[in-house]
């Protein structure tokens, strides 16, 4: 079911993660170099540094050309922040302080520092860019309260501590923020992979309902079609008008069987849309003796099914149907047993046959009883199958009748 959206809550893209963010360096091969955004931030730290330099003209010293080849190097470090991050934030921090230690103005080269910073911490290194911003904060106090003396500009003088202050404020923000989007980034990654793990385990499950449905199908069409072949090949000649209901049996049966395998196809092809006929239920167990009756099985039902929802219908008729079809295939029994009793829990379904067993599986080690079970345990019932003391076999069910929300939802 689609996932329900909280009015007035975060917006989207910080729930699930933009959608460029697994690009940022997930998986084996190394992430491609950021050459649009590093052109823009070195462009943009060259241009925004000449105005800088105006602004602040007799205060710092002025653009030289090694001024503008530390602003080059700073900006073009960024261009390997996603493949080598601790370099990266330790180059352009060395590049920044060397730049603001030769006098240069303030300006857009701090933003520098603040993308390799972010890049470090969100790729996990998160000491080694706390270590470099306090490398480049350490080394600009002691420029402004130390060495200031012997380094350009002339006549410069002490910066007072409220600007360190508001510098180291500067230093934490960065940090911080990183540190956050590195935390949101980990939950995005978990959250991306439980959101594929889900959507592998509902198809798995989808798988096991569909091979579910086509074996329930085909194993009991096949076997009411193989009795009554076998009934028509033995009476071709004997009593061709028996032999000719024999046939029509089977031309019903196998256009039924069509029917019920195609419906279970439509599935695959248009998942998302509705069954165009209702699922079998117990409310067709009529038909299951009347076609056991033309395999030539007697069967006698007792009891009266409860209101069933889908899920559990669906199930219970199915199961019924597996254990008439195994007693077709592997018993020498020609009269079964169906019984139903309900309480206000649970619905208990029981086949019997008087046997004797015909074949070396008649204990159940096909597929038919292990998808009886799988439908039960669904459902959160169980599946007792196995030979009567007194001779022949059965097969209890016992199925609550209110299954969980989730699993018919699901279904």
Known sequence: MDEQRVRGGPPQWWRHGPVWWDRWGEGERAPRLPWRSTVVVTVFVLVGSHFAAHGQEGERAALDPFARVLLLVAGALLLWRKRYPVAVVFGTAGAVMLY??????????????????????????????????GTLWAGHALVAHWLYRWLPPSEDS???????????????????????????????????????????????EERLRIAQELHDVLAHSISVINVQAGVGLALLDSDPEQARTALTTIKAKSKEALGEVRQVLDTLRAPGDAPRAPAPGLDRLPELVEQAASAGLTVEVEGEPPRLAPGTDLAAFRIVQEALTNVVRH??????????????????????????????????SGNGLAGMRERAAALGGTIEAGPRPDGGFRVLAVLPLTASAEVEEDR
Do not use: K, N
């Open 158 to 204: 002490a910066a007072s501590w409220g600007e360190e202050l508001v510098v180291a404020t500067w230093v934490v923000a960065i940090a911080a923020v990183s540190e956050l989007f590195r935390i949101r980034r980990e939950q995005w990654v978990r959250e991306r992979a439980e959101r594929a793990e889900a959507a592998r385990r509902r198809a798995d």
């Open 331 to 364: 018993s020498g029994a020609r009269h079964a047993r169906v019984h139903l009793a309900h309480d206000s829990d649970l619905l208990r379904l029981r086949v019997d046959d008087d046997g004797p067993a015909t074949g070396a599986d008649a204990g159940g």
């Open 100 to 133: 603001l230690g030769a006098g240069y103005p303030y300006g857009p080269v701090l933003l520098t520092v603040a993308l390799a910073c972010f890049s470090a911490i969100v790729a996990g290194h998160r000491w080694a860019a706390w270590a470099a911003m």
